[in-house]
């Protein structure tokens, strides 16, 4: 433990360390773990989607000719085949274009100029809204609300969901309209929703008549491991606890097939379906069919899906392996740093000794290494103890991610340390 140390411990742990860091600085890397993209591998594991459907084969299973116009909610076969993951029947189900933070961004967006069921009124016309953001959190979310000056309401996660108790208190206030969630293998923290916080979510009293949970169920299927989380289906929940226009659910393929030409989702009740697709019908005339075709063709059903999805554990099981090995090996009894082993997702995240975050990143830099800036994981990108790192190992090759994350650590245990040796002198 880095606080246990006596001061002429603490001072030899630094040099130490400093030694390994000027070490690894003369290997004259250039790696970066910044981004949670599909690595080329993967992305080859759907080659084979890209001859498809092929051979003057371009009609639904009702006869649509994919190739036209029209079917703005997604052909009927790729609803079924994604109604399992997404937790609603296939008539609840809408296909988009390739990104479902697209379809995030359409219905904030229609939110804000029309109002959503229930809505006195669009939600622009409101004094000020805000929505609540479990942090950390994935900073697509955030930069939406910060483009549409909707404020937000940065909520500790516990390891099992946000904290339910400061949630509940926040949603009495009728300016919040929203919140965030990615209830499984959330990014960053990798931390799934347990069925308390689903049926806390579900049930909670709003001031809002018109609350959305914005349920990104981005990793749905991605598991790294055997122990494959299930979170209860949001859907579900709240039309049993009579709030069946709750939940706004999304999901896509962007890291199951191919991360820009894949199949993006929508699902919700009756009401928020039928209002969606009124919107859509005024953006679109159709989605892109012989996509949708080309997904059904490959995957052909959700048992082909969860295969698939085994070929991508089996090339991401062993980086995040690396990363979480190399964190061990150098953090493991610093007592400065704290992180989740993965059960599935694309991200580790670490929460280091107050203040050690963006020194981490800057000495990482130096060393050759890209990091996602701190602060990147909070609302206004403002880490208020500039604490938590966000590493995204999917894209490298291992080799480099077993060297970007051994160098990672060595940063992360310098920073800590100094930050340490800074706190003692203050003190003293
Ligand atoms: N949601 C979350 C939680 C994500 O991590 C990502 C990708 N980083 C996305 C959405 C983006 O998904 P899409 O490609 O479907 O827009």
């Given at each position: 433990?880095?606080?246990?140390?006596?001061a002429?411990?603490?001072?030899a742990?630094?040099?130490?360390?400093?030694?390994?860091?000027?070490?690894?600085?003369?290997?004259?890397?250039k790696l970066?773990?910044?981004?949670?993209?599909?690595?080329?591998?993967?992305?080859d594991?759907?080659?084979?989607?890209?001859?498809?459907?092929?051979?003057?084969?371009?009609?639904?299973?009702?006869?649509?000719?994919?190739?036209?116009?029209?079917?703005?909610?997604?052909?009927?076969?790729?609803?079924?085949?994604?109604?399992?993951?997404?937790?609603?029947?296939?008539?609840?189900?809408?296909?988009?274009?390739?990104?479902?933070?697209?379809?995030?961004?359409d219905?904030?967006?229609?939110?804000?100029?029309?109002?959503?069921?229930?809505?006195?009124r669009?939600?622009?016309?409101?004094?000020?809204?805000?929505?609540?953001?479990?942090?950390?959190?994935?900073?697509?979310?955030?930069?939406?609300?910060?483009?549409?000056?909707?404020?937000?309401i940065p909520?500790?996660?516990?390891?099992?969901?946000?904290?339910?108790d400061?949630?509940?208190?926040?949603?009495?206030?009728p300016?919040v309209?929203?919140?965030?969630?990615?209830?499984?293998?959330s990014?960053?923290?990798?931390?799934?929703?347990?069925?308390?916080t689903v049926?806390r979510?579900a049930?909670?009293?709003?001031?809002?008549?018109d609350?959305?949970?914005?349920?990104d169920?981005?990793?749905?299927?991605?598991?790294?491991?055997?122990?494959?989380?299930?979170v209860?289906?949001?859907?579900?929940?709240?039309a049993?606890?009579?709030?069946?226009?709750r939940?706004?659910?999304?999901?896509?393929?962007s890291k199951?097939?191919?991360?820009?030409?894949?199949?993006?989702?929508?699902?919700?009740?009756?009401?928020?379906?039928?209002?969606?697709?009124?919107?859509?019908f005024?953006?679109?005339?159709?989605?892109?069919?012989?996509?949708q075709?080309?997904?059904?063709?490959?995957?052909?059903?959700?048992?082909?899906?969860?295969?698939?999805?085994?070929?991508?554990?089996?090339?991401?099981?062993?980086?995040?392996?690396?990363?979480?090995d190399?964190?061990?090996a150098?953090?493991?009894d610093?007592g400065?740093?704290?992180?989740?082993?993965?059960?599935?997702g694309?991200?580790?995240?670490?929460?280091?000794?107050?203040?050690?975050?963006s020194?981490?990143?800057?000495?990482?830099?130096?060393?050759?290494?890209?990091?996602?800036?701190?602060?990147?994981t909070?609302?206004?990108?403002?880490?208020?103890?500039?604490s938590?790192?966000?590493?995204?190992?999917?894209?490298?090759?291992?080799a480099?991610?077993k060297?970007?994350?051994?160098?990672?650590?060595?940063?992360?245990?310098?920073?800590?340390a100094?930050?340490?040796?800074?706190?003692?002198?203050?003190e003293?």
């Amino acid at each position: 433990m880095l606080a246990d140390l006596s001061a002429a411990d603490l001072e030899a742990y630094v040099a130490r360390v400093r030694a390994d860091l000027d070490a690894f600085k003369a290997r004259g890397l250039k790696l970066d773990m910044t981004r949670g993209k599909p690595s080329p591998e993967q992305l080859d594991l759907a080659e084979g989607m890209l001859a498809l459907p092929g051979n003057r084969d371009h009609f639904s299973e009702a006869g649509e000719d994919a190739r036209n116009y029209g079917g703005l909610q997604g052909l009927a076969e790729v609803r079924k085949l994604f109604s399992g993951p997404l937790g609603a029947p296939p008539e609840r189900v809408v296909v988009g274009g390739n990104a479902s933070l697209a379809m995030m961004h359409d219905v904030i967006v229609w939110a804000l100029l029309k109002g959503v069921p229930g809505s006195a009124r669009p939600w622009a016309k409101e004094d000020e809204i805000a929505f609540i953001c479990p942090a950390p959190g994935y900073d697509r979310h955030f930069a939406i609300c910060e483009e549409y000056g909707i404020r937000m309401i940065p909520v500790a996660l516990t390891g099992h969901g946000p904290d339910m108790d400061k949630v509940e208190e926040l949603v009495r206030d009728p300016a919040v309209k929203g919140m965030w969630c990615v209830p499984k293998y959330s990014n960053p923290s990798a931390e799934s929703y347990s069925d308390e916080t689903v049926r806390r979510l579900a049930a909670m009293k709003t001031g809002a008549p018109d609350f959305r949970l914005f349920w990104d169920n981005a990793y749905v299927l991605h598991h790294l491991t055997d122990s494959r989380h299930e979170v209860l289906n949001i859907l579900e929940e709240c039309a049993a606890a009579g709030n069946p226009d709750r939940a706004f659910v999304f999901a896509s393929t962007s890291k199951m097939t191919l991360a820009g030409a894949g199949l993006a989702f929508f699902a919700a009740s009756e009401a928020n379906v039928k209002w969606q697709q009124a919107r859509a019908f005024k953006q679109t005339i159709g989605p892109d069919k012989l996509n949708q075709l080309r997904h059904v063709r490959f995957l052909r059903d959700e048992a082909g899906l969860v295969a698939h999805m085994e070929k991508h554990r089996a090339l991401l099981a062993p980086k995040f392996k690396a990363v979480t090995d190399a964190l061990e090996a150098r953090l493991g009894d610093t007592g400065a740093a704290r992180w989740i082993t993965p059960d599935g997702g694309y991200f580790v995240s670490v929460d280091l000794a107050p203040g050690a975050a963006s020194r981490s990143v800057a000495l990482a830099k130096e060393a050759g290494l890209a990091l996602t800036p701190a602060g990147a994981t909070w609302p206004y990108g403002k880490d208020p103890l500039d604490s938590n790192l966000r590493l995204a190992p999917s894209f490298p090759s291992l080799a480099d991610v077993k060297a970007a994350s051994e160098g990672i650590a060595i940063c992360m245990a310098l920073a800590c340390a100094e930050v340490e040796q800074t706190k003692r002198r203050k003190e003293a």
